[in-house]
C-alpha cells in the first residue's frame, strides 16, 4: 500500500469512528477503554480489580463478551494524552478515565465517545460537566469529594497528635487536582485556627526525601499526603519516610495506612465497581448526558496502630470506636 491510499483508508477510518461509536451492532463484542494513573499490567491494583468485580457482578466475562484496553499511566501523568488517544483511536464504545489529567485529555480528544470519569474534585467547577444532575455532553461519573474532606482529616489529625498546630501537606504541584486539593486544605485549616505548609513535589521522580526535610526545618507537626498518580506511584515510599521522621501522617487512601501511614479517612472503592455500571448502561443504550453524577454515600476511616505505637501516639478510644478498620 502506497502511502497515499494508506492516508486515504486512515482517515476514512478516523471519520467513521464516531459514526461506529454511536450504534451498537447486534452480536458485536463491547470494547471498553480503561486509563488508570497508577498500577501496571502485572499489578493493576484494588481500582482495577474493583472494575472488574463490577462487570462480573453484570456478568460479564472479560475476553469473552465484553473486551477491555487497559493503560496504565504507572504516575507518569505526561502519558496520559497518548494514552487516551490510543483508545479513541480504537474506537472504544465507552472509555473510563481515572484521574484528572486523563480525564480532560479524553474530553479534548473526543466529544461522541461515551467518556465515564472518576474524580476527586467537583467535576462542575472544573468545568468537566453543566451540573451533577444532567451532566450534558459526553461525559458521566464519579466524584469522590476528595477536596471536600480536607476539613475532617485535619480535625482528626488534631484529635490524635497534642497541640497541632503546623500541618504539612505534600502534594504534586503538576496535576491540576491536587492543586485544588490544597486551596480546600488552606481553607479548612484558617477555620481550624492550623498553619500549613506547602510541601510540593513534581513528578514522575518526586523529591519525597527533600519535602520531608523541609517539613522537619518548618517543625510541621503532622503531614498530609494528598493523592494523585505521581504520589500514589511512590505510596510505600511516603510512608516510609513518615515513620523515619517520626512524623504522623494522615493519607487519602487506605492502602497507604497499611503501608505505615498512622490513618485515611476516604471514600471505598466502590465508585470504581459502580463505573462498571454505568459502563453497562451506556452500552445497553443510555446517553451519558442522562445519567447523574454520583457522589460517595460511605466513607472510612482506617488506623494504624503500629504506626502509632512508633510515633508515641496514643489514639483516644473514642476514634477507634468510629474506625472501619484498626491495623495492629
Known amino acids: 500500500m502506497d502511502r497515499r491510499t494508506f492516508l486515504g483508508a486512515l482517515a476514512s477510518g478516523l471519520l467513521a469512528a464516531p459514526l461506529a461509536a ?10 471498553i477503554g480503561y486509563v488508570s494513573g497508577t498500577g501496571d499490567p502485572k499489578t493493576p491494583g484494588p481500582q ?5 468485580r463490577g462487570l462480573r457482578d453484570l456478568s460479564y466475562v472479560e475476553g469473552k463478551t ?4 487497559y493503560r496504565f499511566a504507572e504516575g507518569k501523568l ?12 480504537l474506537n472504544v464504545d465507552v472509555l473510563v478515565a481515572t484521574f484528572s489529567v486523563a480525564i480532560h485529555a479524553a474530553k479534548r480528544a473526543t466529544n461522541k465517545i461515551p467518556i465515564v470519569f472518576l474524580t476527586g474534585v467537583d467535576p462542575v467547577e472544573i468545568g468537566l460537566v453543566d451540573s451533577l444532575a444532567r451532566p450534558g455532553g459526553n ?6 469529594l476528595t477536596v471536600e474532606l480536607s476539613g475532617k482529616r485535619l480535625e482528626l489529625l488534631k484529635d490524635v497528635v497534642p497541640r497541632l498546630s503546623r500541618v504539612g501537606i505534600l502534594w504534586d504541584a503538576d496535576a491540576p487536582a491536587p492543586a485544588n486539593a ?13 498553619k500549613l505548609q506547602s510541601l510540593e513535589v513534581r513528578g514522575p521522580n518526586p523529591d519525597l526525601e527533600g519535602a520531608f526535610q523541609t517539613a522537619a526545618k518548618g517543625r510541621t507537626d503532622a503531614l498530609v499526603a494528598v493523592i494523585n498518580p505521581t504520589i500514589h506511584h511512590h505510596w510505600k515510599q ?3 519516610l513518615a515513620i523515619k521522621n517520626r512524623t504522623p501522617s494522615l493519607c487519602e487512601r487506605s492502602d497507604y495506612v497499611e503501608a505505615g501511614c498512622l490513618m485515611s479517612y476516604s471514600s471505598t472503592d466502590d465508585q470504581y465497581r459502580r463505573a462498571a455500571v454505568y459502563v ?7 446517553k451519558p448526558a442522562d445519567l447523574p453524577i454520583e457522589v460517595p454515600t460511605k466513607f472510612e476511616l482506617v488506623i494504624n496502630l503500629k504506626t502509632a505505637k512508633a510515633l508515641g501516639l496514643t489514639i483516644p478510644p473514642s476514634l477507634l470506636q468510629r474506625a472501619d478498620q484498626v491495623i495492629e
Open 139 to 144: 461525559l458521566t461519573g464519579f466524584t469522590r
Open 48 to 52: 482495577v480489580e474493583a472494575f472488574r
Open 238 to 240: 511516603v510512608a516510609n
Open 22 to 31: 454511536e450504534a451498537q451492532p447486534a452480536g458485536k463484542i463491547p470494547r
Open 280 to 286: 453497562d448502561k451506556i452500552l445497553k443504550g443510555a
Open 182 to 194: 490544597f486551596k480546600e486544605y488552606e481553607a479548612a485549616a484558617g477555620r481550624l485556627k492550623i
Open 78 to 89: 505526561d502519558l496520559a494524552p497518548a494514552l487516551v488517544a490510543e483508545l479513541v483511536q
Open 66 to 69: 465484553i473486551l477491555v484496553e
